[in-house]
């Protein structure tokens, strides 16, 4: 492998490069550090952006990151790689990122940099999204501007940041604020004037993150060709194809929280058109092809508009949410989650009222009837908390779910098709033929280690459980329907003075009460 990274040209572009990320402690920012680490050995150093959290400083907060299942290959076959990294104490909301004048050093020696620092929280406060993606994406600008040897500066955005266009080129668009005014407006107002204010600020964005998304976007257009920058719109980011390791993911965000809801069974419905196409790309191929725009950004002649990459699976593998659902649920019927509290067998609904009338009887009345339960057996009451905020999750998912989204990506499946054949082999943009029930259940297994800590020794029990919840679920569906039957066969004289009313009510309706004459006639 040695032999083959030497001949890699992205690998070498990296050599003896530092480089500068933000938010390396998220999703990506994991998978980017131990990418380049692995895959670009001969780089210098990066710097790490941290701030100190729950009493731990930074150092330990790399050291416990370190430990992740992740970095377990680092750890076998190049552990003198984490001597590289070196974390600075700041945080992207700190006037100057929280940066010491000995920290500035960063402007005499920084080549690329990575800028993924973001709230993702969907459902966040404006001000609060404003200030970390927005105000924050500034922040890391000012600073890129002053570094002296900067090659590449790669803005992670989203492909969902521009809802009101039909079809997204690989393009930037014009914001309808000025982002400096808006920065400016969440700073001067109050918190309960800044919300009066929000639902028309956003609109037509569904959510604060997509908004101060497409922002800072327009900050990072506006200091082109000043600075040497990229924009990189990734799609739903889902768990890990391959590399380092099948599935692995370390959150509860988008797809991941809803799959492990419906494998407990707490998830019985979900507002999604199946036809639509699900537009989700693999966390590693993302991270590699961030690692190689940053590599063409800065050995490439220079474009004379902003390059922007839609780093999307359209018209690579298509697949619609129909099929992920049909696919999964076999996974996850084969591969069950511990402590299920029903069979996992709910479905998606292109009805939203169809949806909301699952939503109650199968999601809320259990809820309430579980923590009646607690209640009686003076055991904490969750389930009406847990519920509360699955459909708060769902509420704003569902926005994602039910639109056909249209992503050109040519510029990025083009880039792929340009690299040399061992470029290909260690940093994969595009995979033509995943196997996606192989990689569905990678995903389902990954989630169960990674993010519920449930070993893979516990699988046998968690299978005879689900057997037991099938019987109960079934039991419980004939029950019901024998139910209804039985009481409309002892109600037979109330179901049919009902009948003949509602028939009365029917032929008085002069359309209905003719059609009936002329039949009798």
């Not at 961030?290 to 018209?315: F, G, H």
């Not at 009686?376 to 389930?383: A, G, N, P, S």
């Amino acid at each position: 492998m040695e032999e083959r990274v030497t001949k890699s040209e992205i690998a070498s572009f990296y050599r003896d490069k530092t480089i500068f990320i933000t938010g390396a402690s998220g999703f990506m920012g994991k998978v980017l550090l131990e990418k380049l680490l692995y895959r670009c050995s001969d780089l210098d150093k990066i710097y790490i952006l941290m701030r100190s959290k729950r009493g731990r400083s930074v150092e330990a907060r790399l050291d416990e990151m370190f430990k992740l299942p992740l970095f377990q290959r680092l750890r076998n076959e190049k552990p003198q790689q984490f001597k590289k990294v070196i974390p600075i104490n700041g945080d992207v909301c700190l006037p100057n990122l929280g940066l010491t004048d000995k920290q500035r050093m960063l402007l005499t020696e920084v080549h690329v940099v990575f800028h993924f620092a973001a709230t993702l929280r969907l459902e966040a406060k404006l001000k609060d999204a404003i200030e970390m993606n927005t105000t924050g994406t500034k922040k890391v600008l000012d600073l890129a501007k002053e570094m002296k040897h900067l090659e590449s500066f790669i803005h992670l955005s989203t492909a969902f940041c521009h809802v009101d266009q039909e079809e997204l080129g690989e393009r930037t668009y014009d914001s309808p604020d000025d982002p400096q005014d808006i920065m400016r407006l969440v700073q001067w107002l109050d918190n309960e004037s800044i919300d009066l204010i929000t639902p028309k600020l956003l609109h037509p964005h569904p959510n604060t993150y997509t908004y101060s998304k497409r922002l800072a976007e327009t900050l990072v257009t506006n200091e082109y060709p000043n600075i040497p920058c990229c924009i990189a719109r990734p799609s739903i980011v889902i768990p890990t194809y391959a590399d380092p390791m099948p599935g692995w993911v370390d959150n509860l965000n988008g797809p991941t929280g809803l799959l492990i809801g419906s494998g407990k069974g707490v998830i019985r419905s979900m507002h999604c058109n199946g036809e639509y196409h699900a537009e989700v790309i693999p966390v590693d191929f993302a991270i590699n092809s961030v690692i190689t725009i940053a590599y063409k950004l800065a050995t490439e002649q220079k474009a004379k508009t902003i390059p922007v990459i839609n780093i999307t699976q359209s018209n690579v593998r298509p697949i619609t949410w129909g099929e992920i659902l049909e696919k999964g649920r076999d996974s996850l019927h084969k591969y069950p989650f511990e402590g299920q509290i029903w069979y996992p067998d709910g479905d998606i609904r292109s009805s939203r009222f169809v949806h909301n009338l699952f939503v109650f009887f199968f999601h809320i009345l259990p809820a309430y009837l579980i923590d009646f339960l607690m209640l009686i057996f003076r055991q904490k009451r969750f389930m009406v908390k847990i519920q509360k905020r699955i459909s708060d999750g769902l509420e704003v998912l569902q926005y994602f779910t039910t639109r056909e989204w249209i992503f050109y990506n040519d510029t990025f499946v083009k880039m792929h098709n340009e690299l040399a054949p061992v470029d290909k082999e260690i940093f994969p943009n595009i995979d033509y033929d995943i196997d996606v029930t192989e990689y569905l259940k990678n995903i389902i297994l990954g989630a169960r280690q990674y993010c519920m800590k449930e070993d893979l020794s516990t699988l046998p029990k968690a299978r005879r459980h689900q057997k037991i919840m099938y019987v109960v679920h079934i039991t419980t569906v004939y029950l019901f329907y024998f139910g209804v039957l039985y009481f409309t066969y002892n109600n037979v004289g109330v179901v049919k003075i009902c009948l003949d009313y509602v028939t009365e009510i029917i032929k008085s309706l002069p359309l209905i009460g003719g059609l009936l004459q002329k039949m009798h006639l």
